[in-house]
């Protein structure tokens, strides 16, 4: 079996529901994969040369990665996006073709799908249908960035701890998900906080029932208790 097509063996699920390629047949992905080579990097790897990025598209097949922010005076860390399998980046350095200013770091055991830049430049270039999906996906990180900045302003810790909570619990399972074995410092770089923060307001949902901590995971016991917390903290904010 050649490479391209093992690699599509492996990861087929994940490359025929991806959002940036909607559309594409088995044919047209092993095309497209002969461009393709898979990387791994380890936990806690720390991915700062912005270059890396600027030359490279990736797709992430395994693990969640975090794309942040530092502010050098403060040190202060703010987590911009959690990304996760079938995630890709870095769409900005494919748009604009400019360094794009923000930091990586594996928070489990990586894989990823790596292309060059320039021959995904050129497959779009020869199939400009597939820039509609492209822009579609930008789109949905920028009315996220668009949340995000949102709730900062306006939301309160709780407000924002309920709403992140919420947003990651599967609808199907009823189950938290992609942030269920967070330590708090991680949860609290995703909402603008600081760990210890975080942990009083865990602690408290925790008394109140809603949510079960043990072992460093996170488990929701009655998510109408957090739907009910969250409607009150939208009235006592009007």
């Known amino acids: 079996m050649s490479s391209t097509k093992t690699l599509f063996t492996k990861y087929k699920s994940i490359l025929l529901d991806s959002q940036l390629f909607s559309d594409l047949n088995e044919e047209q992905?092993?095309?497209?994969?002969?461009?393709?080579?898979?990387?791994?990097w380890s936990k806690n790897s720390c991915i700062i040369n912005h270059q890396k990025f600027l030359f490279h598209f990736y797709?992430?097949?395994?693990?969640?990665?975090?794309?942040y922010n530092v502010d050098r005076f403060s040190e202060k860390e703010h987590t911009l996006f959690l990304l996760k399998e079938a995630d890709a980046f870095d769409l900005f350095c494919l748009l604009d073709g400019t360094k794009h200013q923000v930091y990586y770091e594996c928070l489990d055991d990586i894989?990823?799908?790596?292309?060059?830049?320039?021959?995904?430049?050129?497959?779009l270039n020869k199939n400009p249908k597939q820039y509609q999906h492209f822009l579609s996906y930008a789109g949905s990180m920028m009315r996220a960035l668009e949340s995000n900045v949102s709730q900062l302003i306006f939301a309160n810790i709780t407000t924002r701890l309920l709403k992140l909570l919420l947003e990651n619990v599967n609808k199907e399972s009823k189950k938290l998900e992609h942030i269920n074995d967070l330590?708090?410092?991680?949860?609290?770089?995703l909402i603008g906080s600081?760990?210890?923060?975080?942990?009083?307001?865990?602690?408290q949902l925790k008394q109140n029932g809603?949510?079960?901590l043990a072992r460093n995971q996170l488990e929701i016991?009655?998510?109408?208790?957090?739907?009910?917390?969250l409607d009150n903290?939208?009235?006592n904010h009007k």
């Open 29 to 40: 992905w092993l095309h497209l994969l002969e461009n393709f080579h898979e990387e791994k």
């Open 59 to 67: 797709i992430i097949t395994s693990g969640r990665i975090k794309m």
């Open 111 to 123: 894989k990823v799908l790596a292309i060059p830049m320039d021959k995904l430049k050129d497959w």
């Open 183 to 189: 330590p708090n410092k991680e949860i609290a770089n």
């Open 194 to 203: 600081t760990r210890a923060v975080v942990n009083r307001h865990l602690q």
């Open 210 to 212: 809603s949510i079960d």
């Open 221 to 229: 016991k009655d998510i109408s208790l957090l739907l009910k917390e």
């Open 233 to 235: 903290q939208n009235k």
